[in-house]
C-alpha cells in the first residue's frame, strides 16, 4: 500500500465508450507462433548500465538475461562499426544500477561499466558465472571479480584477477586504478563489488589492500600496498590514498603524482584514516584520522585537511580534545565523510554522543529485537537469543503515549539513529567550531556556496503528524559562518525549499496555493506567483488534502531572476522580483499535451562526483540556451521531445509518436541517443543528431522476439465513471488478434494506469501478472483509471472500474463471460471490495488486501513502524478523520463487512512478515469468507513481506494465478490444488512434483 498517482483533468463528458487510438500494430507473429518456455524466459534479455563516451563515438551496454551469464556489448555509434562482446559472467541485480539511464562518467562513483572520458579504453566489472557462484555457494567459499580492460581501437582486453574496485584517473585518461581483495577470505563478490567506492565504514580494523595502477600507455604497472581508499582530484593528475595497515605502523594520508610517479606523504601516524574527500575543483584534500579508545571501547577521531596540495600543501587539524567550544559528550562522528566548504574557508564533517564506557558494542536492542512485521506470532516469532548471557535480558519494548515516534518507527530507524551525526564545521583561518545542527534542528540543508543553510524543527508537531499524515515544520535559516539562526517560516507544510542559484532566497509553496520565495538574511517573503493568470496548483489530486499541492517546478533560471514552473500542462517563466508570467510552451493545455520534465542535457553529462560535495549546486535554467521538454499526450498516449527559446515563446517539436522516450546526450558532441518503448516494442537504443530526425537504431536485444506470440498492440478506451469523471483505460489486445472474436480479459488495477500504455513489460517467470506473457497466451489485458472522492476510496473503484469493463467489452474485443481481475496491495483492496459490490468479474485474485479499514486504520506499516493512520487520512486512503469520527464512511468501504455478497471465486495472497498490510487483514477476509462458505483460497509464502522475493516463490505464484485464470476463464481443467487444497503432511511432495513439471511446461495460442 503505497500512493501512487497521475493527474488528469476533467474533460467534457465524453460517451460511454470510445475507442480512440490504437499503436501500430507492425509485422504480427503468424497464428500459432512461439510460445515462451521457461527456458525462452530465463534467456530474456534487458539492457543495463548504458554508457555513452564524451565525444559520442562509443557506446557501451550490458546485456544480461533474466537469468544466466552477462555479456559487455561495446560498439561504435557510427554506422557499419564492428561490435565487440565479452563474456562478464552473472552480475548481482544489485550491481546493474543504471537501469536504461547512462551510466556516470569515467571518475564518478564505481558503476560496473565505464568508458574514459576520451573514448580510447573501456573497464568493467567481470563476475562469477552462474555456475561458479552455485558451486561456491554449495561449497561455502568465497568468490571474487576481476575487472577486464579493452582497448577500443584494437580490440584487446586485459584481465585483472581479484579485482573489486576500479577507476579511471581523468577524462583523457592515463592510469586505469584496480583495488584488489584482503589477504584474508573476502565476502562474495556481490557483496564487494557493491561496496562504496569513497570511504569505507569506520571500523577499527585493518582495511588496506594491494591497489595496481595500469598505465594506458607505455610505462611499467605500479602496485601499492595496504590501500584503505583512494580517489582521482578532478583533473585527474593527482591520487590520494590511505595506507591501512594491519598494525598501524606507517599508516597515513599519500599523494601521488599521476604523471611523474612523483610520492608525497602529507601525514604518517600510527592512526586510522577514514573517509578520504577531494574538494570540489580544488587541490584541497580532507580526512578523518581515527584512534582507537579502548576504555570506551569507541574510536575517537579528528579532521584533518590539507589545502594547496598540488605546490605546498598546508595542513589543518581539528581535534575535539581540550576545546572549550566543543560540546561536552559529543565526538568527531567516523560515518560522515569531510568537506570543504565552496571557498575553502570550512570544513564540514559529523559529530556524535560519545559511546558511555560501559556500553555494548551495538546496544541490546539491536541484539535481541529486530524490526519487521509480527508476521504468524506464538513460538515462530520468538526473538533470536545469542550466547547464554542472553537469557538474562528482557526483550521489552516500551510503548509511551508521549513517544513523538512509535517505538516501532524507533526499532526501524535505530541503525540510522545510531548513525546520525550532527552537522558541524571548523574555520581554520579564526579557530573556529561552528555548531550547525543539534537535537532542535536535526535536519540541516547546506545551500548553494555554503553562505546560509535551512533546517526544520518538527518537535511541535512529529507526534500529531504521526497520526494525522500532516507534516509540519518550523523552518529557520543558519548563518554557516557563525552558527547564527532565526525562525523564517512557521508551521510550514512539508514541500521542499528550493534554493536559487546564489544560495540566499529558496522557493516554497504556501497554504494559499502559490509560490513563495523568501530572503534568508532578512526573512522577507515575496508572493510571485499572485496575479499569474493559471494556477501552479495540482487540483486534480484527488486526495484528502487541507491545500491544493503544488505542481512539480522546473526549477530556477541561472541568474536567479526568475522561475520555470507548471501548471500542469505549460511551462512558464515566472520572474521572482516582480513582472508578467510567460507561457513559453503556449499549447500545452490547449493540445492537451502535458510538458513535464525538463532535460538538463549539460547537467546530465557532468554528474556530481562522489564524496566531494555536500548538495552542491542545484541544478539551474540557462535561459540563454534552447529548453528541451519531454512531452506527453495525456488522451493520446503518443510522447516525445521538443524545444523551446525563452526569448521566443512556443514549443517546437523534435520527437513525437506513439511510443515513450527517453532521451541522453554525449557531454561535448551533438549526439543524442534515446530509448523508444511501445507495449509491443522492446526499449532498444536509438541514436540521432541535434535535430534528432531520421533516428537509427543501435541495439537489438532480443531479435527472436518476432519468434514468439505478442500482443497486437492497445487500443484507449474512454469512459465516464458513476460520478460523470471521464477516464481512460489501455486495452491491450492478445496475439493474432482477429476482429469479431471475443477474448477472456484479466483487469489489472492500481489507481490510474493507462499512462503505461506504451511502456513495454519485459516477460519473466517473476512478476505477476506479466502482461506480456497473458497477452501471448491469448488474453486481453485492461489498464483502467480510477479516480476517488474522499470517504469513498472503495466505492470509487466501483464507479471507476465497472464502467471501464464494461467499455472494454464494448468494444467488441472482450468475452463478458470471462472476466478475471487482479490487484496487490492498494489494488488489492481494491479487488477485495469490487467482488463484495459486482458480480461482473468470474474470478479475482487480491494480493495483500486491507480488508477491514477500522482496523488496519490503527494497526503499524511494520516496514518503517509508523501507523496506518496518516495513510488514511492524508495519503492514499483518502478518509477524513478517524473511524471513532467517521465510521459509516470505513464500515461502508470495507470488503470484510460485505464479504456476504461475494460471488466471485477469490484466491487471497497474503504473507506472514507482510510490513505494509498487517497478515491479519488477509486472514480475516479469508476466515469470514470460508465461514460463509465462500469459494476463497488463501496463499501464504512464509517470511515474505509485502512482495514476494524469492524467485522460487514468485514462479511459484505466478504458475498458480495462471492456473487459476485460466481454469475460470479459459475453461482449462483446474488443478487439485484449487480443487480440494493440499494437506500439510503432503505439501512437500506436492511442492517437488510441481517443481519437476511447471518448469517444461508450454501452451500455444488458439
Keep these: 500500500m503505497r500512493p501512487q498517482h497521475l493527474s488528469r483533468t476533467t474533460l467534457a463528458a465524453l460517451c460511454a465508450f470510445a475507442v480512440v487510438a490504437s499503436t501500430p500494430l507492425g509485422a504480427q507473429p503468424a497464428a500459432g507462433a512461439r510460445q515462451f518456455t521457461s527456458a525462452d524466459l530465463k534467456a530474456w534479455r534487458t539492457i543495463r548500465n548504458p554508457t555513452l563516451s564524451n565525444d559520442g563515438r562509443w557506446f557501451a551496454y550490458v546485456l544480461a538475461p533474466n537469468e544466466g551469464d552477462a555479456t559487455v556489448v561495446i560498439r561504435p555509434t557510427a554506422e557499419g562499426g564492428k561490435e565487440l562482446r565479452f563474456a562478464v559472467g552473472s552480475p548481482p541485480p544489485a550491481a546493474t544500477g543504471g537501469g536504461q539511464g547512462i551510466a556516470a562518467v569515467a571518475g564518478a562513483a564505481q558503476a560496473p561499466l565505464l568508458l574514459s572520458g576520451d573514448g580510447q579504453w573501456a573497464a568493467f566489472t567481470v563476475y562469477p558465472t552462474q555456475a561458479e557462484t552455485r558451486r561456491a555457494r554449495t561449497a561455502r567459499r568465497p568468490t571474487y571479480t576481476k575487472v577486464a580492460l579493452v582497448n577500443l581501437a584494437t580490440g584487446e582486453k586485459r584481465d585483472f584477477d581479484r579485482a573489486r574496485r576500479f577507476a579511471f584517473n581523468a577524462d583523457r585518461a592515463t592510469v586505469l586504478a584496480l583495488q584488489g581483495y584482503p589477504a584474508e577470505a573476502a565476502p562474495n563478490a556481490t557483496a564487494a563489488a557493491n561496496g562504496a567506492a569513497n570511504g569505507a565504514a569506520p571500523s577499527s580494523r585493518a582495511e588496506g589492500t594491494d591497489l595496481l595502477l595500469v598505465p594506458l600507455g607505455a610505462g611499467e604497472m605500479v602496485n601499492v600496498g595496504n590501500v584503505g581508499e583512494f580517489d582521482f582530484d578532478d583533473s585527474g593528475e593527482w591520487l ?7 598494525d598501524l605502523l606507517g599508516n597515513g594520508v599519500q599523494l601521488r603524482n599521476v604523471r611523474t610517479g612523483v610520492v608525497r606523504a602529507l601525514e604518517s601516524e600510527r592512526a586510522l584514516y577514514r573517509r578520504l574527500a577531494w574538494a570540489d575543483s580544488a587541490p584541497a584534500l580532507a580526512v578523518l584520522r581515527g584512534t582507537v579508545d579502548s576504555v570506551a571501547r569507541d574510536t575517537s577521531f579528528a579532521v584533518v585537511s590539507f589545502t594547496g596540495v598540488a605546490a605546498a600543501p598546508k595542513k589543518t587539524v581539528f581535534d575535539s580534545k581540550g576545546r572549550a567550544d566543543f560540546p561536552a559528550g559529543l565526538r568527531v562522528a567516523g560515518d560522515r565523510a569531510p568537506r570543504f566548504s565552496e571557498d575553502l574557508q570550512a570544513v564540514y564533517f559529523g559529530i556524535r554522543e560519545a559511546r558511555a564506557p560501559n556500553a555494548r558494542r551495538g546496544g541490546i536492542t539491536a541484539s535481541l529485537v529486530q524490526p519487521g512485521a509480527p508476521g504468524m506470532g506464538g513460538t515462530v516469532n520468538q526473538p533470536r537469543l545469542g550466547d547464554g548471557s542472553d537469557d538474562e535480558t528482557p526483550t521489552l519494548v516500551l510503548w509511551h503515549w508521549k513517544d513523538p515516534r512509535l517505538q516501532s518507527m524507533q526499532i526501524v530507524q535505530e541503525q540510522q539513529d545510531r548513525a546520525y551525526s550532527y552537522l558541524a564545521a571548523f574555520r581554520p583561518a579564526e579557530n573556529r567550531f561552528v555548531r550547525v545542527a543539534d537535537d532542535s534542528l536535526r535536519a540541516v540543508t547546506t545551500l548553494p556556496h555554503d553562505r546560509w543553510a535551512t533546517a526544520t524543527d518538527v518537535r511541535a508537531y512529529q507526534q500529531a503528524a504521526s497520526y494525522s499524515g500532516r507534516a509540519y515544520a518550523d523552518v529557520y535559516a543558519i548563518d554557516l559562518k ?9 508551521k510550514q507544510a512539508s514541500s521542499a525549499l528550493i534554493p536559487s542559484p546564489d544560495g540566499t532566497r529558496a522557493l516554497y509553496w504556501g497554504d494559499d496555493a502559490n509560490w513563495w520565495t523568501i530572503d534568508l538574511a532578512t526573512g522577507a517573503t515575496r508572493n510571485v506567483t499572485k496575479g499569474a493568470p493559471v494556477s501552479f496548483a495540482n487540483t486534480e489530486d484527488d486526495h484528502n488534502n487541507l491545500f491544493p499541492p503544488p505542481q512539480q517546478p522546473f526549477g530556477w533560471t541561472k541568474d536567479g531572476a526568475a522561475v520555470l514552473l507548471s501548471d500542469g500542462w505549460d511551462a512558464w517563466l515566472v520572474p521572482v522580483n516582480g513582472g508578467a508570467a510567460t507561457n513559453l510552451t503556449v499549447d500545452g493545455r490547449k493540445n492537451r499535451v ?9 547537467a546530465q553529462a557532468q554528474p556530481t562526483r562522489a564524496g566531494r560535495s555536500g548538495t552542491g549546486n542545484a541544478p539551474t535554467i540557462d535561459r540563454r540556451k534552447p529548453l528541451y521538454f519531454a512531452t506527453y499526450g495525456e488522451w493520446t498516449k503518443k510522447s516525445g521531445l521538443s524545444r523551446v527559446s525563452v526569448g521566443k515563446p512556443g514549443a517546437v517539436p523534435l520527437v513525437w509518436d506513439d511510443a515513450s ?4 546526450k554525449a557531454k561535448d558532441a551533438d549526439v543524442y541517443l534515446y530509448t523508444r518503448q511501445s507495449s509491443t516494442e522492446f526499449p532498444n537504443w536509438w541514436i540521432a543528431s541535434a535535430d534528432l530526425k531520421s533516428g537509427r537504431q543501435l541495439t537489438d536485444a532480443n531479435p527472436e522476439q ?3 506470440a505478442w500482443s497486437s498492440g492497445v487500443k484507449l478506451v474512454n469512459y465516464v465513471s458513476e460520478k460523470g469523471d471521464s477516464l481512460q483505460g489501455a486495452l491491450y489486445l492478445p496475439a493474432n488478434y482477429q476482429p469479431g472474436k471475443q477474448y477472456p480479459l484479466l483487469v489489472t488495477i492500481y489507481e490510474k494506469r493507462s499512462q503505461n500504455a506504451n511502456v513495454f513489460v ?38 471507476s472500474v465497472v464502467p471501464a469493463v464494461k467499455a472494454a467489452i464494448a468494444t467488441g474485443v472482450v468475452d463478458s463471460a470471462n472476466v478475471g481481475l487482479w490487484g496487490h496491495s492498494w489494488g488489492g483492496y481494491q479487488t477485495a471490495f469490487l467482488v ?17 479499514m477500522v482496523s488496519m486504520y490503527s494497526s503499524i506499516y511494520w516496514n518503517t513502524g509508523g501507523t496506518n493512520q496518516a495513510i488514511f487520512e492524508a495519503s492514499q486512503g483518502r478518509f477524513k478523520g478517524n473511524y471513532t469520527d467517521n465510521l459509516e464512511a470505513y464500515l461502508r468501504n470495507s470488503p470484510v463487512f460485505h464479504a456476504k455478497n461475494v460471488q466471485t471465486p477469490l484466491v487471497i495472497l497474503h504473507n506472514d512478515k507482510d510490513g505494509a498490510v498487517d497478515f491479519n487483514q488477509g486472514i480475516t477476509y479469508y476466515n469470514t469468507l470460508r465461514q460463509l462458505g465462500k469459494d476463497v483460497i488463501l496463499l501464504e509464502y512464509v517470511g515474505e513481506n509485502h512482495g514476494l522475493a524469492r524467485p522460487v516463490n514468485q514462479k511459484d505464484y505466478a504458475v498458480r494465478m495462471r492456473e487459476w485464470f485460466d481454469a475460470y476463464l479459459k475453461g482449462a481443467p483446474a488443478p487439485d490444488w484449487m480443487k480440494n487444497g493440499v494437506p500439510r503432511l503432503q505439501m512437500a511432495e506436492h511442492l517437488r512434483m510441481r517443481a519437476d513439471t511447471t518448469q517444461a511446461r508450454t501452451d500455444v495460442v488458439p
Excluded: H
Design 240 to 246: 590520494a590514498y590511505t595506507i591501512d595497515a594491519r
Design 482 to 490: 557563525t552558527g547564527a539562526r532565526r525562525p523564517v517560516l512557521r
Design 706 to 708: 518476432s519468434m514468439f
Design 762 to 799: 519485459q516477460p519473466n517467470e517473476t512478476s505477476t501478472p506479466n502482461r506480456s506473457l497473458y497477452t501471448s497466451r491469448g488474453y486481453a489485458v485492461l489498464d483502467p483509471d480510477i479516480v476517488y472522492k474522499v470517504n469513498d476510496p472503495g466505492m470509487s473503484a466501483v464507479w
Design 594 to 602: 502535458r510538458y513535464q520534465r525538463l532535460y538538463s542535457f549539460d
Design 661 to 664: 522516450f527517453a532521451f541522453t
Design 836 to 852: 463484495t459490490q459486482t458480480n461482473i468479474f468470474k474470478s479475482a485474485i487480491a494480493g495483500a488486501p486491507l480488508t477491514d
